[in-house]
């Protein structure tokens, strides 16, 4: 059976403030949880004019008090820029209230621009993708309890110690993130929504090329997509056009929150801008509800997963929520 889930990037629509996109977030977590969406993750980003969520371990807390049963997470932790051991004390933590529904998802890239990762990263060298294999085997190892004997903190524990553990999950745009996740083991997500290309390859090295652990015995893999369902084509086209506009100024740097559909249709795009925005439109999924459930469809056949992660930064919130009741009730999700 196909699971659909949520990654919600708390987006600060125009006209609102990033207060309400995280108070946005929340609502739509419930409202995830009762039409059956199998787990709600949670965006990291830092000094971004769109995005609100700059701590996802604090607002999986929140998620999840205000949640039963729907599994809560990181889309993702920037591991990049933090200690292993405090992210794996920071989600211990967690897993230790709420047993059973933490996902702990970790991606390799910023989150930020360099200024701002170089403020997150102060005084230090943290922020080294190079380093960033070693700090996945240094938390897998500290969420596991298997710290090799010769590691120079093999003796320090990552708190507090419980009879389960998040599931942890690396997230990936490229071949890179695949060739990580198998080598250690861990679970993947391909970020569809950001490269738009390659995925059933990639998905495919992962699974071919993955080594078990003591996590994992055998590969999980998911894909993230960015889904604009609406009662009409139509309607759906006109929502998304939101998306390119929003993108091209999140390039820039620029502020204003979510454009509306309007003021993207009317923007006066240059060609280069107008190729990019093509780009854009390419990488996300657009219909009505029957052509969005065959076209995710086949995106689960081809790559080969079990399990779709939808994304959707629309300017309404309303129909932001409508795309995940319309595929909620298309795919049958919730049970009574």
């Known amino acids: 059976m196909l699971r659909l889930s949520v990654l919600d990037q708390s987006p600060i629509r125009k006209g609102c403030t990033p207060s309400d996109a995280i108070r946005e977030t929340l609502l739509l977590a419930k409202k995830a949880e009762e039409l059956g969406y199998y787990r709600f ?21 929140q998620l999840a008090s ?47 621009d360099r200024l701002t990762s170089s403020a997150l990263s102060l005084n230090s060298d943290d922020f080294n993708v190079d380093r960033f294999p070693q700090k996945i085997r240094d938390l ?44 250690f083991g861990v679970s ?24 078990p652990s003591s996590e994992n015995r055998e590969p999980l893999g998911s894909l993230a997509i960015f889904v604009v369902c609406a009662e009409t084509e139509e309607e759906a086209k006109y929502l998304a056009e939101s998306r390119p506009l929003m993108m091209l100024r999140s390039r820039r740097g620029e502020g204003g929150g ?3 559909p309007d003021e993207s249709l009317s923007y006066n795009w240059t060609e280069l801008e107008r190729n990019f925005a093509n780009s854009i439109r390419r990488r996300t999924i657009i219909g009505n509800p029957e052509q969005i459930k065959e076209k995710l469809l086949e995106f689960s056949k081809k790559c080969g997963v079990n399990e779709l992660i939808i994304v959707n930064t629309l300017h309404s919130f309303k129909a932001r929520l409508k795309t995940y009741e319309l595929l909620s009730k298309v795919f049958n999700l919730k049970i009574d």
């Not at 993750?41 to 807390?61: R, Y």
């Not at 897993?95 to 910023?110: F, H, K, M, Q």
Request: proline share 6%; net charge neutral.
């Open 41 to 61: 993750w949670v965006a990291e980003h830092h000094s971004h004019p769109m995005f609100a969520g700059t701590s996802p371990e604090v607002l999986i807390g």
């Open 140 to 183: 897998r190892c500290w969420l596991s309890g298997d710290l090799h004997d010769d590691h120079p903190f093999k003796k320090v524990d990552a708190m507090p110690i419980g009879e389960s553990i998040p599931q942890m999950w690396l997230l990936g745009s490229s071949d890179q993130g695949a060739i990580i996740a198998s080598h």
């Open 66 to 112: 205000i949640t039963s049963t729907i599994r809560v997470g990181s889309g993702g932790v920037m591991l990049s820029h933090y200690s292993p051991l405090k992210v794996a004390e920071n989600f211990r933590v967690l897993e230790s209230i709420y047993p059973g529904r933490i996902d702990l998802g970790l991606g390799r890239a910023p989150g930020a």
């Open 188 to 211: 993947f997500c391909f970020a569809h929504f950001i490269s738009g290309n390659g995925a059933s390859q990639v998905i495919g090295y992962y699974k071919k090329n993955f080594k």
């Open 258 to 260: 979510v454009p509306t």
